[in-house]
T-cell receptor, first 118, second 114 residues
Framework: AQKITQTQPGMFVQEKEAVTLDCTYD???????LFWYKQPSSGEMIFLIY??????QNATEGRYSLNFQKARKSANLVISASQLGDSAMYFC???????????????FGQGTILTVHP | KAGVTQTPRYLIKTRGQQVTLSCSPI?????VSWYQQTPGQGLQFLFE???????NKGNFPGRFSGRQFSNSRSEMNVSTLELGDSALYLC?????????????FGEGSWLTVV
């Protein structure tokens, strides 16, 4: 069963506009962490934002925020005021707790390619 | 504070050869994991080490192996290389294994098998 699903293979956004990248996850574990990473063409995986399963507030990091809807098992990334440098591949990932099969490791979605137009 | 360092960054090998990739985690991080990324399969987990012990292993043949040293540095080895092993190999580290520990990645090692 797919644990992380990113349904948008590609997204386009105009510079300075906001964009939402979708992510749904599947786990029976109560304790888990959700992560978003940015991967430019150079290959480096850059950590953007983290949301814990017990966190009541949505995580925010600068222009990045995570829209966490636990009941729906979704963790969408919102990028505000898009910049040309935001063009990259974006991955949603999950790390489960000790009761999960992916304890200690990250399970990734297929990724979304974001293109920011000037 | 230095990030995760991977060497070499780029390498070309011939089928049948073996290769060793190195990873130095962020200082103080004890969990090190490896991932393979290919256009067709996406990001796949290879293995995870914690306190010099392999704690988790992905679905890869025995040609893929790794180890972790007492200073948390890690190496992975691929023997009898195949064309399909061409990929970006990413190393990642975190303080501990739990879901609340952020995982940071290195720049990756681009392996081409010809």
């Amino acid at each position: 069963a797919q644990k992380i699903t990113q349904t948008q293979p590609g997204m386009f956004v105009q510079e300075k506009e906001a964009v939402t990248l979708d992510c749904t996850y599947d786990t029976s574990d109560q304790s888990y962490g959700l992560f978003w990473y940015k991967q430019p063409s150079s290959g480096e995986m850059i950590f953007l934002i983290y949301q814990g399963s017990y966190d009541e507030q949505n995580a925010t990091e600068g222009r990045y925020s995570l829209n966490f809807q636990k009941a729906r098992k979704s963790a969408n990334l919102v990028i505000s005021a898009s910049q040309l440098g935001d063009s990259a591949m974006y991955f949603c990932a999950m790390r489960e707790g000790a009761g999960g099969t992916s304890y200690g490791k990250l399970t990734f979605g297929q990724g979304t390619i974001l293109t920011v137009h000037p | 504070k230095a990030g995760v360092t991977q060497t070499p960054r780029y390498l070309i090998k011939t089928r049948g050869q073996q290769v060793t990739l190195s990873c130095s985690p962020i200082s103080g991080h004890r969990s090190v994991s490896w991932y393979q990324q290919t256009p067709g399969q996406g990001l796949q987990f290879l293995f995870e080490y914690f306190s010099e012990t392999q704690r988790n292993k992905g679905n890869f043949p025995g040609r893929f192996s790794g180890r972790q040293f007492s200073n948390s540095r890690s190496e992975m080895n691929v023997s009898t290389l195949e064309l399909g092993d061409s990929a970006l190999y990413l190393c990642a580290s975190s303080l501990d294994r739990g879901p609340g520990n952020t995982i940071y990645f290195g720049e990756g090692s681009w392996l081409t098998v010809v």
